[in-house]
């Protein structure tokens, strides 16, 4: 076996054993993209599958790290494991990162069933770090029960969470907008769950019941038991359309714990309910999403290596000076590759 | 990759309330395309070195201005010892006596950089004594 492999499987197996150092620096290697974190990860991917990896998202502010740090003191006092992957936004400038969630979970210094590890997204857009995922996994296999992913800040756009996770939780504020805000498409149709996080404001209970008022009428009304209308190809056609989920909408204040045991009783319902069959959709699109981030990655990779830097220069030069459109030199770069003709 | 960023662990151990130090510096090491993990105030040593751990950093930045750093300095690198992190660079920051110096450097800390040092002297200090990253 390669050095590398005999690394891998020589860190994966001290890290599913319980040693915390090996875990960690098999995350780093997984975060730096190296040889040993893809031996390693294939090593381990049989063995898990078994953690409930829970998504934690939201505005920047709106008390994510905190409500972490709750469930963690829930979690706990019922002795299950938890590991949370705290994602916070690199500087697309210097490449630097503050990374400051653990600054409110560092209650658990001698606690070893809690793990946390903060990530720098690196450039990643989509509210986690491009390996994020596969620190969950390595975190599953170690033998973590739940799995926290928190992402950076995110804004209306950043669902990739949905993708990564068994349950996704969509974090609000009191008096976040008006009730058109929860009728956009985007983050808050992702949720699984949604929270009002800092409960002891003023108009969180009206935030709750507009949230719930639109989320619940926004998804596809039921059909009336008896209903004559509904062919059999009409049903068939509902059934295959994506549809709306229909999130529990609960109140929490993080800073107190108030609303934290009910969150965590709406998170083993979801996960009971996954395990009955119904998410078997999420996870054959989380292995599509995998499978084909993997796919563009090592493409990407091959033909940045055959493309040679004098095309790539020359036709950058001839795109930034308008002579050429981008999508012309797409091709002509992606000939230069493959030897196909340039389509025309 | 190999140019992956340098991570850091900017710590405060021990019970004064004043952050503003290791907040700019942390903000600096940011600037200077470290990846930086911030504790916040009122660390004891094993919550810094239990951090260190699981971020596994290569870098264990502490800042003190209690003056109880003889006591709370040793014993974050002794607990680094014992759980395995020898090879993580440690230093300090904050108001440390020059007399104090040279038994800090006994103990395992690497530098102490005191008041007037500017963020690129530290900056250029980690990068030339870091551990090589792992392949």
């Known amino acids: 076996m390669s050095e590398p492999g005999i690394r891998a499987l020589e860190l994966a197996d001290a890290a599913v054993?319980?040693?915390?150092?090996?875990?960690?620096?098999?995350?780093?290697?997984?975060?730096?993209?190296?040889?040993?974190?893809?031996?390693?990860?294939?090593?381990?991917?049989?063995?898990?599958?078994?953690?409930?990896?829970?998504?934690?998202?939201?505005?920047?502010?709106?008390?994510?790290?905190?409500?972490?740090?709750?469930?963690?003191?829930?979690?706990?006092?019922?002795?299950?494991?938890?590991?949370?992957?705290?994602?916070?936004?690199?500087?697309?400038?210097?490449?630097?990162?503050?990374?400051?969630?653990?600054?409110?979970?560092?209650?658990?210094?001698?606690?070893?069933?809690?793990?946390?590890?903060?990530?720098?997204?690196?450039?990643?857009?989509?509210?986690?770090?491009?390996?994020?995922?596969?620190?969950?996994?390595?975190?599953?296999?170690?033998?973590?029960?739940?799995?926290?992913?928190?992402?950076?800040?995110?804004?209306?756009?950043?669902?990739?969470?949905?993708?990564?996770?068994?349950?996704?939780?969509?974090?609000?504020?009191?008096?976040?907008?008006?009730?058109?805000?929860?009728?956009?498409?985007?983050?808050?149709?992702?949720?699984?769950?949604?929270?009002?996080?800092?409960g002891d404001r003023p108009g969180a209970q009206r935030t709750a019941a507009q949230l719930r008022a639109m989320?619940?009428?926004?998804?596809?009304?039921?059909?009336?038991?008896?209903?004559?209308?509904?062919?059999?190809?009409?049903?068939?056609?509902?059934?295959?359309?994506?549809?709306?989920?229909?999130?529990?909408?609960?109140?929490?204040?993080?800073?107190?714990?108030?609303?934290?045991?009910?969150?965590?009783?709406?998170?083993?319902?979801?996960?009971?309910?996954?395990?009955?069959?119904?998410?078997?959709?999420?996870?054959?699109?989380?292995?599509?999403?995998?499978?084909?981030?993997?796919?563009?990655e090592r493409l990407r990779e091959r033909f940045h290596g055959a493309a040679s830097g004098n095309v790539t220069a020359s036709t950058l030069r001839a795109v930034a000076e308008h002579r050429l459109d981008p999508y012309a030199a797409a091709d002509r770069l992606l000939a230069s590759i493959t030897g196909d003709r340039p389509a025309d | 990759m190999t140019d992956r960023p340098i991570k850091v662990l900017i710590a405060k151990p021990g019970l004064d309330g004043h952050d503003r130090g290791a907040k700019v510096l942390a903000r600096g090491l940011r600037d200077e395309g470290f990846e930086v993990v911030y504790t916040g105030l009122r660390q004891t040593p094993e919550m810094i070195v239990t951090a260190a751990l699981q971020e596994d950093v290569d870098v264990v930045g502490l800042s003190i201005l209690s003056g109880a750093h003889m006591t709370l300095l040793p014993k974050v690198t002794r607990l680094l010892r014992e759980r395995g992190l020898d090879d993580v660079l440690v230093t300090a920051g904050g108001i440390i006596p020059d007399d104090d110096i040279p038994a800090l450097e006994e103990a395992g800390v690497a530098a102490v950089f005191g008041p007037g040092t500017t963020i690129a002297e530290v900056a250029a200090y980690i990068r030339s004594h870091v551990r090589p990253p792992e392949a």
């Not at chain 1, 714990?257 to 395990?275: F, K, N, S």
């Open chain 1, 215 to 296: 989320l619940m009428s926004t998804a596809s009304p039921r059909v009336a038991a008896g209903s004559r209308d509904t062919s059999s190809v009409a049903r068939d056609e509902r059934a295959d359309r994506p549809r709306p989920k229909r999130p529990d909408v609960l109140i929490t204040t993080a800073s107190t714990g108030e609303g934290v045991p009910a969150l965590l009783a709406a998170l083993d319902r979801h996960r009971a309910a996954g395990r009955e069959g119904l998410a078997d959709g999420a996870r054959l699109a989380r292995a599509e999403a995998q499978v084909w981030a993997i796919v563009s």
């Open chain 1, 17 to 198: 054993a319980g040693d915390r150092r090996a875990l960690a620096r098999l995350l780093t290697a997984v975060e730096n993209r190296t040889a040993i974190a893809e031996a390693a990860l294939r090593h381990l991917y049989p063995s898990t599958g078994r953690a409930h990896l829970v998504g934690i998202t939201g505005a920047p502010g709106a008390g994510k790290s905190t409500l972490v740090a709750a469930l963690i003191a829930e979690v706990r006092a019922v002795g299950r494991a938890v590991a949370v992957v705290a994602v916070d936004p690199s500087s697309p400038i210097t490449g630097g990162a503050l990374l400051g969630d653990r600054v409110r979970m560092q209650a658990y210094a001698s606690d070893d069933g809690v793990f946390i590890r903060s990530m720098a997204s690196r450039g990643h857009a989509g509210g986690l770090a491009a390996t994020s995922t596969s620190a969950a996994t390595v975190l599953d296999a170690a033998g973590f029960d739940l799995v926290l992913l928190e992402t950076v800040g995110t804004g209306q756009s950043e669902v990739e969470v949905a993708a990564a996770a068994d349950t996704t939780v969509v974090l609000e504020t009191p008096e976040m907008g008006d009730e058109v805000q929860a009728i956009k498409a985007g983050l808050l149709e992702v949720a699984d769950i949604v929270v009002v996080n800092k």
